[in-house]
């Protein structure tokens, strides 16, 4: 069983800063894209920001030049530092990994979701 599991959120006057980070652990034979995504209340979740494992990155266009995603491959980890933040900024954070298991011999692909992490951004 794999599991990821977020921390970092809270809530933080606009202009601060906050770091995300997601661990992965269980039965991981590899990783291959780890990514945040958001949903704000009443809204569809969207992506924030994807890592590929050789670190090819995508930022949403409303994030750019203000969040940064890293990833530790060695330690499974995917890591989002959102800096200059702004109320719109406001949602549950959540981290996606596309892991695959090992088991009698064959892969398995797996597309996991942390349970998300709460932002809060007040003006």
């Known amino acids: 069983q794999v599991q990821l599991v977020e921390s970092g959120g809270g809530l933080v006057q606009t202009g601060r800063s906050l770091r995300l980070s997601c661990a992965a652990s269980g039965n991981i034979f590899n990783i291959n894209d780890m990514g945040w995504y958001r949903q704000a209340p009443e809204k569809q979740r969207n992506l924030v920001a994807t890592i590929t494992r050789g670190d090819s990155i995508t930022y949403a266009d409303s994030v750019k030049g203000r969040f940064t995603i890293s990833r530790d491959n060695d330690k499974n980890t995917v890591h989002l530092q959102m800096n200059n933040l702004k109320p719109e900024d406001t949602a549950v954070y959540y981290c996606?990994?596309?892991?695959?298991?090992?088991?009698?011999?064959?892969?398995?692909?797996?597309?996991?979701w942390g349970e998300g992490t709460q932002v809060t951004v007040s003006p």
């Open positions: 996606n990994a596309h892991v695959q298991t090992l088991s009698l011999d064959q892969l398995h692909e797996l597309d996991l």
